[in-house]
Every structure is written in C-alpha cells, then in structure tokens.
C-alpha cells in the first residue's frame, strides 16, 4: 500500500503560500531560529556524554536562568502547552471541593482543572467594553467584595492580559490574594515577551503572583507546544511541583524541544531593542487608519477605561463597528485579496499578533489594506444588529457534576433552559461561551450560531449541530 504524506505536503503547501502571518506561533515559520542538529538532540532520558553530566542537568541550569530572566524564584520548563501550567498549579494549590475565584473569560484549560479536581468555582466577569465588545479588567471593588464573600476560596486566577491585549492591574490584585491568605495564579500565556522591553505592560512574573504561567509559542519563538511555569511561593518542594506538571505532559520530554524553547527565550532577548521599532511601527499604523478610515485600531486610549491598567500594543486589535463590514468579513477579505491571515475576528474586530519575526513592514501593509477594507464610504446610520453587551451567565450544577452527569443531545433552538454538559467556545481564544453546569439563555443560543453562521471553528457542538446537555429526570429536573 502507498503511504501517502498528508501532513507534510498539506503543511509545505501552506508554508510556501508567502502569506503574512499575523497568527501564532509567534516565529512565523522563520527556520533560522531552529537549534542546529535538532534531531541529534533528540536523546533518551538517560544518556550521558563520557565525562558529562546527564542532559537533565543542563535543564536545571537553564530553568535557574530562565528564572534570573523574569524574575520568579523559580522557572519550569513545559512541554504541553500552557496548560499544562494551568493544570500543575491548580492541582498544587487546591483539591476537591475547595473554591476557587477565576475570571469568567478563563481559557478552557481552566475549566478542564476544575472539573479534573473537582472544584467549586466562584466566576467574576471582567468589565465589558460595549464600544469593543469585548472584556476589559477587573472593577476592584467587585473583586474585593467578592473575596469577602468567599472567604474560604483558596486562590484567586486571573487572564492577564487577555486575548485583545487588555492588562489588570495584577500587583494590585495579587496583593489582595495575600491579605487574605489566597494564592494568586495568573495566566499570562500570552504575555512571555513584556519581560524584554520596559515599553510593554510588567509580567505577573515580576509582580509577586505565586504562579505565572507563559506560552512561549504565542509571542516567542518556541514550538506550538511549549511553555513556561514560573513560581514565587515557598509552599512547595521542587519534586512536588515536577510532579504535579508530570502529570499532565509525556513522561518522555524531548530535550530538543526543550534546547529550541530556550533558543526562543535568547532569540527574545536579542531581539529586545527591535520591539520600540515595532511599537513605533504599530502607533504610526494605527494613526494611519484611524485618520482615514471607518475601522478603529486600538491604542492606549483605552488604558484606564473599563478597569484596563495597560495594554499591550503589539496585540493589534482594530475595530470594524462603524465601518459597515464585520470583523469576519474582513478577516476574510484581508485573506483572500491582501494574503493577511488574522490571529482571531469576532463580529466586530480582527485581533493580529505583531512578533519580531514579522517584518516592520507587514504592519504597514496591514494599515493600508484596512484603509481599503473601511474607507470612510459607509456612515454610522448604516450600523444594526451588534451586540451591546456580553453574556450573561447562571449554573444550576457545578462543572464536575454536569461534565460526568448523563446527557442527551438537543437542537440547539430546544436547549433553552437546558444545563450544559460540555466546555463549548470558539477556537481561538478557546475562552468558553457554556461551562458544564451553565444554564443555556438565548444569549448563548446566538453567540454559538454567529459563530457557526461566519464559518469559524467552534467545539463542543456535534457535527450534526446538535449539543449535549444534562439529561432530565423523571421529575422533569435537571441531574
């Protein structure tokens, strides 16, 4: 039988297209940034060079480093994602039934830890910018409160910065975690480069947070896969920590995936005086647009609005609310007629991630095909149908109940009222719209269509658009 290399060729063909990427992984494809003898490092668990250490050392002596680097008293290689981040600390910091208070717009690995660990989560909704229509930060206030009315809650975990960019004020928050004797996790996987400019937003890292956790494939060069966790709390041994992350990634790590990881943290510090060019290069951008066209690319403007603290401005976030074209179609069009692939498009904006290996001239490219997309043709009259809130949200079970409970698929125009048995979301940012336990309103009903009706990749719906939810006892309540 011929075996055929579907992936290869599928993976070369899109590789050799000579679009412009502005999507993770951060390192574009740029294939001078791979270690040397990749393969060749590749080696077993156990293999030693006569009269050199094992390889695990050097690891060890990386990860010191790595640590000196963004100031934690401890860094951590991962192999799994950042998730695998997510996953270690939790399963370090808490165990079953204990509260946990977590940012709504979490990343679905948070809902998978605490269904895994049977948790009881206690949601807070970031502030909701209805100009954008997407979170900002945290109202303070409402945190405070809502760790008063917790007060057994064991940690606190907070998306900083999320996916349009958007930083809290984490030092602020953290220190309202210790006071009352919680840990402070914070998933930063998308912020590993603010540590090598000091014109970008502090990393959690630096601001005393217990756990941080960094992708290192978003905005740094590392491989789709890789990732750091950095801890700043004494609570645990080193073993128990290589434990818990063991328990969520191969028992076989590849210390070639690991050499290139730390390549992409030296490519990052070499490249730490190109990001004030990018940045110079991403006002100028915005400026442009923003004075000739309908479409908004976002600045610091929005800092200290919507309980924003900072922003991060290589997120390139541009808003297409009042230029008669959604954030899909102008996705799709950037694509199709500029050869410009977004990171993420929502019915309003189209959210690009600007990393040192683009060129300074993509985002020039990027400015005028905007301009063309949005010019100022179309008038806020011809505006309708855009959201003027978020979701709302209410769980009848808690999301270890509803995840194990037995469930029954159901059009979704007959799941209203219904309990959610599965992590629904929109990938990327893969930020849940249901959480198992979610009651399902009519919000959530239209959220999931929007996204199936603009063709974007959803999970948790069948491939029969059906979705699966609590079955109903005899008694007619939910299990």
Excluded at 65 to 93: D, V
Excluded at 120 to 149: K, Q, S
Excluded at 242 to 248: E, G, H, T
Aim: glycine share 6%.
């Amino acid at each position: 039988m011929k075996f055929t290399e579907y992936i290869n060729d599928g993976l070369k063909k899109y590789a050799y297209s000579k679009k412009i990427s502005f999507q993770t992984p951060a390192h574009k494809g740029k294939l001078d940034i791979m270690t040397e003898d990749f393969f060749g490092m590749d080696m077993g668990e156990l293999d030693v060079v006569k009269g050199m250490p094992n390889p695990t050392a050097y690891v060890k002596m990386s990860q010191n480093q790595l640590a000196r680097i963004y100031g934690s008293e401890r860094s951590f290689y991962l192999l799994n994602g950042a998730s695998t981040g997510i996953l270690a600390s939790l399963t370090l910091c808490l165990k079953q039934n204990d509260m946990i208070i977590v940012d709504r717009n979490c990343h679905k690995s948070v809902i998978n830890a605490i269904i895994l660990l049977g948790l009881l989560p206690i949601f807070v909704e970031p502030t909701y910018m209805h100009r954008f229509g997407f979170g900002g930060g945290f109202d303070y206030d409402a945190l405070e409160r809502t760790v008063a009315t917790f007060p057994n809650a064991k940690a606190i975990l907070i998306t900083s910065p999320n996916y349009y960019g958007a930083v809290c004020d984490i030092e602020k928050i953290t220190t309202l975690a210790h006071t009352n004797n919680m840990f402070m996790i914070v998933d930063e996987a998308h912020g590993a480069h603010f540590n090598f400019c000091d014109k970008l937003p502090k990393s959690a890292a630096a601001l005393g947070a217990d756990f941080v956790v960094h992708s290192a494939s978003k905005t740094l060069g590392g491989l789709n896969g890789s990732a750091f966790l950095h801890v700043n709390c004494n609570n645990f041994l080193n073993k128990e920590i290589l434990a818990a992350i063991s328990m969520y990634q191969t028992s076989s790590s590849s210390y070639a995936a690991m050499a290139a990881l730390e390549k992409a943290v030296f490519e990052a510090d070499e490249y730490s005086e190109k990001y004030e060019k990018m940045l110079r290069a991403v006002s100028e951008a915005a400026e442009y647009v923003n004075n000739n066209s309908n479409a908004y690319w976002l600045d610091d403007e929005i800092v200290g609005t919507a309980d924003v603290f900072a922003y991060d401005k290589t997120r390139i976030v541009v808003n297409f609310a009042f230029s008669g074209v959604s954030g899909y179609d102008a996705a799709q069009v950037l694509n199709s007629r500029f050869d410009i692939k977004v990171e993420l498009c929502d019915d309003l904006n189209i959210v690009c991630i600007f990393t040192p290996y683009n060129k300074l001239s993509d985002v020039k490219k990027l400015a005028k095909a905007i301009v063309t997309i949005a010019g100022k043709t179309v008038g806020i009259k011809e505006l309708s149908d855009r959201p003027s809130k978020g979701v709302t949200h209410a769980m009848k079970l808690t999301p270890r109940d509803a995840f194990f409970a037995d469930a029954e698929p159901v059009e979704l125009k007959d799941a209203l009222g219904r309990v959610s048995k599965n992590i629904v979301c929109k990938y990327p940012p893969g930020i849940p719209i249901l959480i198992p336990g979610d009651v399902i309103s009519s919000e959530h009903i239209r959220a999931v269509l929007e996204i199936l009706d603009s063709g974007a990749e959803i999970s948790g719906i069948r491939e029969d658009f059906t979705i699966d939810v609590v079955k109903r006892r005899n008694s007619g309540e939910e299990n």
